[in-house]
């Protein structure tokens, strides 16, 4: 009975702690990428396109939240190039939705990964995006569902409290 216990804890731990396997960037890579952009602004304009997007990859993959909002607004501001080829707007494209996915826009996060796939339907990092999305939408739901039967459950049991003090 205790081992039948133990697995359940468990699988709700695992449940609510479950990691995606998207990779992180510290600040110091964020930072080393920063200078190498500044470095770059006597480069060729393809060199200093690489740059950005090495720059850009860093600052969605990051932890700090306003490092994945510069990321997305430059990601954003490099699609208007129409001169970009079809794979640098998918990889642009999967960025903006890792970006996304970062700040907690899993519905918009959803639409760009969903681009990316009519481009690639194949490409395993945007379909491993999708499920991490999809798996982080549905562990929502049932946190939400959760806190709002418990809400319930609380406000029903006050009013049959109240009635009863009444009575």
């Not at 770059?40 to 950005?52: F, G, K, L, P, V």
Request: charged share 30%; net charge neutral; glycine share 8%.
């Amino acid at each position: 009975m205790d081992a039948k216990i133990g697995k359940f804890l468990e699988s709700v731990g695992n449940f609510f702690s479950k990691d995606d396997q998207i990779p992180w960037c510290d600040s110091d890579v964020v930072s080393g990428l920063e200078r190498e952009v500044a470095e770059a602004e006597n480069a060729s304009e393809e060199q200093r396109s690489e740059c950005i997007m090495r720059l850009s990859w860093a600052l969605v993959h990051s932890r700090r939240p306003e490092d994945v909002q510069r990321g997305i607004a430059m990601v954003e501001a490099s699609l208007g190039n129409t001169n970009i080829s079809p794979l640098a707007r998918r990889e642009k494209i999967y960025l903006l939705a890792v970006g996304y996915y970062r700040s907690g826009d899993f519905t918009r996060s959803r639409q760009l990964v969903d681009q990316c796939l009519e481009i690639a339907p194949d490409w395993r990092q945007a379909l491993t995006l999708k499920k991490n999305i999809e798996d982080k939408i549905a562990r929502d739901g049932v946190i939400g569902i959760g806190i709002t039967a418990t809400a319930v459950g609380l406000l029903v049991g006050g009013i049959a409290a109240a009635v009863a003090r009444k009575k």
